[in-house]
């Protein structure tokens, strides 16, 4: 069982480069999330996206875009990277009114 | 919007009990999560409240009161391998989770 895969596990990258952050999963999950957690802010929702062809914002999409083409990808991408955007990003996935939200092992990204 | 308040640190020795408060002020409530999460590593579930109530799952424990806007998480017999951040989420009506900033729990021998 894999579960949700993210790629890559860490990335460094130069500040204005574009970059997606991949992830997959393979439990047939109609719900996906991506987080960002940054060290005394907790986990913070940047996209979500409820079933596949639709996408929503969270709390904090600026600079972020995704886009859902099928059930199992949910890719993220930075258009034009910025230094605020170095933190972990963790995707995760859930049946609509499951318990729980399943997540994926993360992307440590370091922008400079 | 949602604001959840939980300590940011907590240490306690091991086999002693741990209590983790979570207080939260929503605009729609439809569920309380407590994730597990060790050090480089994901979170994960480890309880679940909607009612009003203690929801017991083995050594660790969760209650809620919806009026009061409160939780707790309850560790009892606190082995080593618990040191961890414990996050408090709350989920909206629209299944979407706000997570607080997470409490580290150290365990000492």
């Known amino acids: 069982i894999a579960g949700i895969t993210q790629a890559p596990t860490s990335q460094i990258l130069a500040a204005g480069r574009r970059m997606t952050l991949r992830c997959t999963q393979d439990?047939?999950?109609?719900?996906m999330y991506w987080y960002r957690q940054d060290l005394g802010l907790g986990l913070r929702l940047i996209h979500y996206s409820n079933t596949a062809g639709t996408t929503g914002k969270g709390e904090v999409p600026d600079g972020y875009s995704v886009s859902r083409a099928n059930t199992d990808d949910f890719p993220l991408t930075l258009a034009s990277a910025v230094p605020s955007q170095t933190s972990v990003y963790f995707c995760a996935s859930s049946d609509l009114g499951e318990m729980t939200q399943y997540f994926g092992p993360g992307t440590r990204l370091t922008v400079l | 919007g949602q604001n959840i308040d939980q300590p940011t640190e907590m240490t306690a020795t091991e086999g002693a009990i741990v209590q983790i408060n979570c207080t939260y002020q929503t605009s729609g409530f439809n569920g309380l999560f407590w994730y597990q999460q060790h050090a480089g590593e994901a979170p994960t579930f480890l309880s679940y409240?909607?009612?009003?109530g203690l929801e017991e799952k083995g050594r660790f424990s969760s209650f809620l009161s919806r009026s009061k806007g409160y939780s707790y998480l309850l560790l009892k017999e606190l082995q080593m391998k618990d040191s961890a951040s414990y996050l408090c989420?709350?989920?909206?009506?629209?299944?979407?989770?706000?997570f607080g900033a997470g409490t580290t729990v150290t365990v000492r021998a």
């Open positions: 989420a709350v989920r909206d009506g629209d299944y979407k989770l706000s």
């Open positions: 439990m047939r999950h109609n719900a």
């Open positions: 409240n909607v009612l009003d």
